[in-house]
């Protein structure tokens, strides 16, 4: 590779950026650096990065791929024959991804906020939380080093192989969820793709159950997938387990290393930005505000009809023929979609501004592998109602 051929558009202070350079230099890459000067942005980096405008971005090949731990996984992917940085097994790979989610999401926004938190004891609150943090890092240190030096075993991000158990019984696969969780959906999307049996368990809330709450004390979240002695939580770490775990089924992600960076990154956009102005939507009260969010469910939809069009290149689905990765991080937001479009009386999925997302959805929703899955906006509603009802008695005991 020419080193002109990699460039990381980047500054020097930016852990983000970091992580991309020691990615490059596991696998001893040559590679340009652009140094981003603060305060203004480039052209060249509002061009490669228009949805976040952010720091890093690597251009390979003329191809900009965002969003560093996308990135990091990228290069692992494209030098593949350089020491590996993602653990070889996938069940590995899901809790390396489960972390380093934990740390973006969680973690280091901690770090962000004792710079600017006031008084002390604001302060003790914050450095409390890191503790708890450092502890469950600690934890998580210890399995996944199994006495190594690194997180990754020998060294920065190398691990073993094990063998994968292809046939499996339904009792070793189970699912504790909720039937009008999007999360939820999406894994049992990936089941169904992949034709695998498994047992659903059902959470009920209020109180949540020792199941959640022993087998996700992180986020306390559902979905939880258990497999063999093996727990994994966060969807779409769980929907990428399953793909690489029962290799023999159709694909989720795609084969080439950039349309698999392009699907995470639109994936994790899905998670970050939209579905929340979505979710907010729900109980948004006042004009203003509902308006200000409509604004930012729309624009989204734009950007990902562009991104339907480049992506499935003019097939049925994000990825391609089948139903893929994407797909079924987009798709488990179409009920609740509908939901909010009721709700709040506005058009959203519109023909006219998004004919391709439109002729998607449609056809999303009547595949096989989802259509028992994806609830009815008219009991996501009733659920909905219910459910808000029970938060606040909740609330008021
Ligand atoms: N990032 C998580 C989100 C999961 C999530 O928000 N699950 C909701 C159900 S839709 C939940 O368990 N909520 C319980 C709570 O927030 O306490 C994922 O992708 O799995």
């Known amino acids: 590779m020419a080193k002109n051929d990699v460039k990381l558009l980047g500054a020097w202070p930016s852990p983000y950026v970091n992580r991309a350079q020691i990615a490059l230099n596991v696998k001893s890459v040559d590679y340009e650096f652009l140094e981003e000067t603060f305060g203004s942005k480039s052209e060249l980096l509002l061009k490669s990065n228009p949805v976040h405008k952010k720091i890093p971005v690597l251009i390979h090949a003329d191809k900009p791929i965002c969003e560093s731990l996308i990135i990091v996984q ?11 940085i993602l653990p070889s097994d996938p069940y590995d790979r899901a809790i390396a991804r489960f972390w380093a989610a934990y740390i973006d999401d969680k973690w280091y926004p901690l770090l962000r906020e004792i710079r600017s938190a006031e008084g002390e004891e604001a302060k003790a609150a914050v450095v409390k939380k890191i503790i708890e943090g450092f502890e469950l890092l600690e934890e998580a240190f210890v399995k996944s080093s199994k ?12 691990q073993h192989t094990s ?26 999307m990936a089941l169904n793709v992949k034709s695998i049996d498994y047992e659903f368990v059902e959470e009920r809330f209020f109180p949540k159950s020792e199941l959640l709450l022993g087998s996700n004390p992180v986020h306390k979240k559902i979905p939880v997938f258990f497999h063999g002695d093996k727990t994994i939580c966060e969807s ?5 387990y399953i793909d690489e775990e029962w290799t023999n089924g159709p694909s989720i992600l795609p084969s080439d290393p950039y349309d698999r960076a392009v699907a995470r990154f639109w994936a994790a956009y899905l998670d970050e930005k939209w579905f ?15 308006a ?31 139903i893929g990765y994407l797909d079924i991080a987009f798709g488990s937001f179409l009920g609740w979609l509908k939901v909010v479009e009721i709700m709040a009386d506005v058009k959203l999925l519109d023909e006219a501004k998004i004919p391709g997302l439109v002729r ?30 029970r938060v606040k008695a909740a609330a008021k005991s």
Do not use: H, T
Request: charge should be negative; charged fraction near 25%.
């Open 147 to 158: 006495g190594k030096g690194y997180f990754g075993g020998d060294s920065i991000g190398v």
């Open 163 to 188: 063998s994968a158990i292809l046939i499996m019984a339904k009792s070793d696969v189970k699912l504790l969820g909720f039937w009008a969780s999007p999360y939820v959906n999406r894994v049992q």
């Open 74 to 84: 990228y290069i692992d992917e494209v030098w593949a024959d350089g020491p590996s």
């Open 292 to 322: 200000a969010l409509i604004e930012k469910i729309v624009e989204g939809l734009a950007l990902l009809e562009e991104a339907f069009a480049e992506c499935g290149e003019g097939k049925a689905y994000f990825g391609g023929d089948s």
């Open 360 to 389: 998607w959805a449609v056809r999303f929703s009547s595949n096989d592998v989802v259509k028992d899955v994806l609830p009815e906006p008219e009991k996501l509603i009733e659920f909905f109602k219910m459910f808000q009802a």
């Open 276 to 290: 929340p102005a979505v979710r907010e939507l729900r109980s948004a009260q006042g004009e203003e505000a509902k």
């Open 236 to 240: 779409l770490v769980i929907v990428q």
